[in-house]
C-alpha cells in the first residue's frame, strides 16, 4: 500500500508503539486454512440498497487439538447459517455455540469434539453483510456518469479489513488459496484477482462470474470489484495488462504512459527477483478521491489520476504517476509472493516497495534524473527529521491492537526510513551481491511468509563483511532500534587520519544509549566515492584513514545518518563550497539545521552556507534550506519572540528575494518545484499584492473546495484523500482571512465521530497556515468539551503530538493550561504531556539564544 506523495508526510503520532493491554487481538493458531471459496452475491442494482449475501467455505487444517474455532468476523456482518464437516468423510461436526466478540472481532465457534490434527475440515458459513460507505472493506460508491448516477462497489481489505466484507483468518500469516464467485446485475463488469473461468446467467437479469483459483496470499490481498467502468486491456509478453477507470471519454484515453510504466515495472521486478509474474493478468482501477495506491495481487486500484497521465504532462506528474506505479507492482513480489508473518515487519514490505519504486522510477524516465533525485531527497529528510522526535519508533515495531496496526502505516519510519535503509545497504554490500540476496530471500519463501531474519540470512551468503560479523547484527541495529546516529568528524595532525564519534540522535527514551553498525561512506572531489568501512556498534570512537582533499562522509547521503564537523572540518567545507556535489551541499545545509535545533554548534557554518546560495543554481540545496522542517521552522520557533523575530524575518526575507531573483524565470525541468517554493515563499514574507490559490493546479482547484461544506463532510472520514487535499494547497495562502479560516474549521471540527480526523488537524497543525493561532484556541475549547467521546489513550497520543507544533509563548501557556484541566487523562499522562513540553520549551529556548547570541553576526 502506499499514499500518494502529499500522504508520505501524514503525521504518524497515532502508531501504538507498545501493546500493554492484557486483551490478545491475535488469533490462536489451533487451526489455519488452506482454502476459500467467497460467494459474494450484490443487488441487481447496487444502487437499490447498500446490503449482500454471502457464502464462505473454508478448508481447515488443525495445527495441535483443539475444540474451537476462531477466525474474525466484523459487526457489519450478521451470521446466518454455520455446517462444520470432517473433509474427507462429510460428517458432520456438531457446533455447541458461536460467539462473536466485538473488541477483538473474534468469531468463536465451539465444537461438541476435539479436532484432530491428522485431520482436515471444512467450515461454511453463510452471511448477509452491508456495503461500507468508508472505502475500507467491501464499500459502495456513488458517481456521475453524464447526467445519470451510477454506483459501484469494490474491496479494500488492507490491512485488517477483510474480515468486514467475509469471515476469514484476517491476519497476514494465515496464506490460502481462493476461489471467489460473485453473482450480480447482468449489466455490470465483475473483476477479482484471477482472471475470469466462467460466467452464466441466473434468471433474466442476472450473473454469476467463477474466477481462476488464486496462488496462497493473505486476506488482506483478496479483491473483487462490480462496477460499470470502462475497460482497456492490451497484451504485453503474453500478460494482460487491464485499465478500470470511470467511464469518461476524455480520460480514458490517455492511459499510454500507465501501460507502460506497468509493464517495464513488471519486466523489471521479474528480472531483479528472478520470478515470474504469478497471474495472466494485472487489472489497475482508477477510483476518484482514492488515497493512492493499493497492491491487492492481480487487481491493484490507485487514484484516478495516476493512471490518466497526458504525453504533453508536466515531468513532475509523470515521476509521481510512475513511481506510484512502481511501488504498487513491485508489491506483487514484496508482500504479495513473498508475506508478513506480522504487522510488526511491515517495513519488509513497504521500504523494500518504496526502495524499488525509485530504482525502477530513474530507469523508466532516465531524463528525469534530477527531479527524482529531488523527491528522494526529500522523502530522505522528513524521515530523519521524524526520527529525531520523542515520538518515533523502530523500523521493526510490533503493534496489535486493530488501530494500531491501521496506524502504523505511517510513511516517514516503514516507508521513507526503511528505503533509506535498504538503499544504504545496498551501496554498502554492492548492488549486485544484494540483488543474489534478496533472490534467495524471494525463491526460499515465495508463496510464504519471511521475517527480516529470513533477509539477514539470504544477503549473508552473498556479502563480504568484517571476520565474525554476521549481517543480522548490522541490519538489526537499524531495524530494531528507533532514531539514528551522528557521526562527529575530526581531523589529526596532517596525514588523512581522522577521529570519527558515533552518538545517538533521538528523543525518546528507547534510542537511549543506542549505537549502529555505520557503513562509512566519504568522497574527495578531486578522488570521487569510496566506502570506508564499518563502524562498529561495540565502539563509540574509531580513527580511519579518509583520502583526499576535504573527505566528506556520508558525502550524497547514502547512509541514514548525519554527519557534523569540528569547526577546522566546516571552515574547510566552506571555503571548498564550489567544489562540492549539489547533493553533499543540500544535506550539508539540513544537518546543519538540526544541530542548531540540538546544540547550537552550527550557526556559523549554517549562516555561511545561506549566503552562499546566493549564487546557487542548483535546486536542491535551496530546496534544503527553505524547506518546512528547516527555515520555515526556524521562523515558527522565534514567533511571537521580539528579541530575535525581526532579524529572523529579514533573513528569510533576504533568502526569498534571493531565491526568486535565480528561480522566477527558470524554466528547468528541475526547477519546478524550487520556483513554485520561492513564490510561497514571496506570498508568506508579503513580498508581493499578487495572491496565488494554491501550490500546483492541483491545489488550485482544492482550495475552493475546502470551504464546501458538502464535499467536507463527505471528506471527514476519508481523512487519507483530506490529507493529501489538505498537503495539495499551501494552507497560508488558501484563505482570504481569519474568517474563512474559521469557517473550514467549523467544517472540519463539527464533529469527532471519525477519530482519525485529529491526523488532519496535526496536518493542519504543522503547515503553519497564517491563522492556525485560531486553531489552537478553538481546539482547547472544541476538545475539551468533547473529551469524553475520545479514548484517552488516543487523545494523549494525539497531544503528544500537537506539543511538536506550538512555537509562540502564549500558544504553550494555553495549552498547559489545557492539559491542566483536562479530566479524562490519567495524571501519568499529564506529566508525560507536560515533560515533552518542557522538552520543547527548552529547545526553543536554547535556539533563541543561540540566536541572541550571533544577533550581530546574523545580521550582516
Known sequence: MIYIKALFVLVSFLVNTTVTTAISYRLPDSTYPSHYIVRIETNSDLGSADNYTGQVTITLNVYYPTDQIVLHAADNLEILELQLLQLESGETIVVQSTELVNETQFLKIYTDRVLNETEQ???????????????????????????????????????IHARRAFPCYDEPMFKATFDVEIECGKDYSVHSNAQAMETQMVGKDRKLVRFERTPPMASYLVAFMVSKFREEVRDFGGLKIGMITQPDGVRSRNFEFAFQATWFSIDALQRYTGEKYPFAKLDQVGIDYFYGGLENWGLILYITDALVVDSQADTWDK??????????????FFGNLVGLTWWEHLWLKEGFATFMSYKLTELFLPGARQVIKQQYFMDRWEALHFDADSITYPMSNYVEHPGAIAMHYGAEIVYNKAACVIRMMEVALGEGVFMAGVQDYIANDRYGTADPYKLYLSLHEFAVLPPNVHIAEIFHSWANQAGHPIVYVEKIGEFGWYRLTQQMYCDAETCKRSRWWIPIFYSSYELGDYFGGWFPDSAETITVALYGNLPLVNNRGYGFYRVSYCQRGWQDIIINWNNIDSESRAKLIDDAFYFLWNNGSTIEPLKAMLDLLKTE???????????????RKLLLMVKGRSEVEPFVQQMARNLTLDMLKIFRND????SNLARRKAIDWEERMNLTTTRRVGRSNQGSYMCPQMLSPELMVELRCNVKFLIEMLRSVDLTVCFNGPDEFRQFLDYLLQSYECPEVLKVILIVLREGASHVDQLIDKLANDLYDLQNSIESDQLEEFLEGVTYYIYDPYHQRLYQQFIDRLEVI??????????????????IASVVQVLLKFQNFLSV
Open 667 to 670: 524554466t528547468r525541468i528541475e
Open 121 to 159: 475440515y471444512q467450515l461454511r458459513i453463510s452471511f448477509q453483510g452491508r456495503m461500507l460507505r468508508e472505502r475500507v472493506g467491501f464499500f459502495l460508491e456513488a458517481y456521475q456518469n453524464g447526467a445519470e448516477k451510477e454506483f459501484y462497489a469494490v474491496t479494500a481489505f488492507e490491512p
Open 617 to 631: 543554481s542548483d535546486p536542491l540545496p535551496w530546496l534544503a534550506a527553505m524547506d518546512d522542517r528547516t527555515m
Open 319 to 332: 515521476v509521481d504517476s510512475a513511481k506510484l506505479i512502481a511501488h504498487e507492482v513491485a508489491h506483487q
Open 826 to 843: 490519567s495524571e501519568e499522562q499529564r506529566s508525560t504531556l507536560f515533560r515533552l513540553l518542557d522538552s520543547q520549551q527548552s529547545r
